[in-house]
């Protein structure tokens, strides 16, 4: 997010300010483009770790605030929501033992993170997304309390002028429409940042590109979402929906995503990205001008460019070029923000070997990788890892169209062993990580395969949301040991503390596969419905997914006991029904909801959010659940 102080609130004369002050920043890096101020003789490394946190039931728990007050360590910060954490880590220098060093750092990060939040009874998983995250987790209560966050929703909300629609398709489908950027908040990653010299950027960035398709086809690790088997890698396409600014008129004239690939090569610098970013997104966020970095140059002094980055963050470029300064000298660096966090440590690293070591021998290989690849090639390798994981058809150099596996087996590993080899990467570490990656794609199973792999071994097992909860609890055991996602057996129902699933509140347990009808459609076929489907209420929802009435089997015998022989002409549901049934949301407590049943003596309640029918609760579920509760009560009380 670049500057903490950062504020959406822009009148029309702090925007020009700030407009000003950007582009007084990019006239600055021109300039020390231009005299050689730049690092050039060093290759360093480094990454970002995001985190998720979850509770006892594997749910997102929102508790990062409390985490960080506990955790000593400077290297944490905020994200978006409540229940995401970041780690930054130093930079490492591209040499020996650097990867390994990478390794033992992360471990120690996470082993702090977990220490901190056990204090509030929750713990640090690695994952792509959630699994068991829900719509209802993503409201603005979950919002980390930090201006800069609700200064884009704002924002984003403002520019889009309307809620943002996100519809996915995979194996299942994800639709929503959500009114803010919290959707963002379901995204984790492992981020890596490789520094380059200004005269090799535009080759590197060129190259980074080419090779994201297939590091990210072996490095995929998020197939779910609110419970949805969707892309290997559904990040890609729901972080694209999550801040989506554009309005309907600027998607009518093409408008161009701010979370995107590209659309071309670079020619010949930085310089390029920055203009073209600067030209096409509007600002959202911007902060207090500082001093004039021309002025700053003339004393021989490097300016922050705080404008600049902070406009630069706010554009999400899967390959993102960033400008730092370390020990008084300024570098650039090319962040790559594709790849999932997890499954494990050791797999991330070997991801980032993978992606560093491609960097440094396809440099040697190819002094100019345009006239090797088309860019639409580069641009649909990417799309298609992103659905298909290792299983995806990509385009290589020579027109040769080969999956992805077979690709990164035959071609990609020696290239990458050869780039480490160059910087004099430690033998052992190479061998160590690149026997990972190797391994992993023999096996064709990455973190999201074996993710499906478990989803599909419990079928008939719990509900889908017993099953993820199984998930997350195996990930969390697995992931304690750090042996490699590709040797991790599938998840059991019983992974999951005593098999349950978490009942709390209504969303964490209640049917979404549901079966409805509309007002206007026959009573006849209502009760086939019911009857076919063994259920003993279904609800009638209009167009819109408003829910107007609950109609049950009880109501319908009744109809058809007072014109049984009668004759009378077949009757909609509308003449039947009763309106404005009794509805709870899924936040609502489990235990509040068995009293409203109760009071109000009804054995059904709709389940709605935003106005809209997203599930339903019977009596029968709530007193599975009551007991399951009365359970976990009994072993909370025996813990103390």
Known sequence: MGEHEATGELAEERLRAFTRALLDDLRALERMLA????????????????????????????????????????????????????????????EGGCLRRMEEDLKALVAQAREAAAASGSDVLLAGILPTLQLADLGLENMTPKPRYHALNEAMTRMRGGAFHVRIKGIDEFYAVHDNVMLESCNTSFQMHFQVAPDEFANLYNLAQ???????????????LVERRLWHETRVALFQHSIDDRSHAHLARGQRPRVRFGDRWVDRSVLEIFQEDIARFRVVLATERGEDPMAMLDRGEIPPLKALR???????????????????????????????????????????????????GMSRVFKDIRTELAFDDVKANFLAAARLGLKAQLTWIGGRCLTAGALIRDELLPLARAGLEAHAVDAADIDRYLGVIEERVTSGRTGAQWALDSMAAMIGKGSRGDRVRALVAASLARQRENAPGHTWGVAQLNDAEDGRPSSRTVGRFMPKDLFTVRPDHLVDLAANLMDCAHIPHVPAADREGHPVCLLSHRTILRHLARTAGTGAPPVAVKEIMKRDPITVTPATPTLDAIEIMKNNRVSCLPVVQEDKLVGIVTERDLLVVAARLFEEQMRSFTER
């Open 310 to 360: 902070l406009h630069n963050g706010t554009v999400y470029r899967w390959n993102r070029p960033c400008f730092g300064i370390h020990e008084g000298r300024p570098h650039l660096r090319i962040e790559n923000r594709v790849l999932p966090a997890g499954p494990t440590l050791v797999d991330e690293v070997a991801n980032a070997a993978l992606y560093f070591g491609l960097l440094s």
């Open 35 to 94: 005299a050689g101020l730049f690092e050039s003789d060093v290759r360093r490394i480094g990454a970002e770790q995001e985190l998720f946190l979850v509770d006892r039931g594997g749910h997102p728990a929102p508790v990062a605030m409390e985490v960080l007050d506990r955790v000593s360590n400077g290297a944490f910060t905020t994200e978006l929501a409540k229940f995401n954490l970041e780690a930054n880590l130093p930079p490492y220098a591209f």
């Open 210 to 224: 080419a090779v994201t398709g297939p590091v990210l086809a072996a490095a995929v690790n998020s197939p779910l």
